[in-house]
């Protein structure tokens, strides 16, 4: 019934920004921790960030800190992730992510039992 569909990827050239957006259906977003990953070939998947279930609180991996920003739509159920001053290193398939209960999830220590979306690609070019 959960379902997380990522959408908003492309080819952007280096410096450019991009949104990418993470629609959920079947859960409320207002409930759960939302998080934001990514893996680009032949690497291992990577945390970017989240989101707290209240919305109040972000947190960013150190790559992309002070360039990308979280935040999420309730009305729309939807969480994004903006992407700004983007960088050849950043191209990957981007994820979303749902917390698997309730309340608090810690997706920079842990990603057992989360819910995710199909990803999209994102592409930056020099």
């Known amino acids: 019934q959960v379902q997380l569909v990522e959408s908003g990827g492309g080819l952007v050239q280096a410096g450019d920004s991009l949104r990418v957006s993470c629609s959920v259906s079947g859960s409320d977003i207002s409930n759960y921790g939302m998080g934001w990953f990514r893996q680009a070939p032949g690497k291992e998947r990577e945390f970017v960030g989240a989101i707290t279930w209240t919305g109040v609180h972000t947190y960013y991996a150190d790559s992309v800190k002070g360039r990308f920003t979280i935040s999420r739509d309730t009305a729309k159920n939807t969480v994004y992730l903006q992407m700004n001053n983007l960088k050849p290193e950043d191209t990957a398939v981007y994820y979303c992510?749902?917390?698997?209960?309730?309340?608090?999830?810690?997706?920079?220590?842990?990603?057992?039992?989360?819910?995710w979306g199909q990803g999209t690609q994102v592409t930056v070019s020099s």
């Open positions: 992510a749902r917390g698997p209960r309730r309340g608090d999830f810690q997706f920079r220590r842990q990603t057992d039992d989360v819910y």
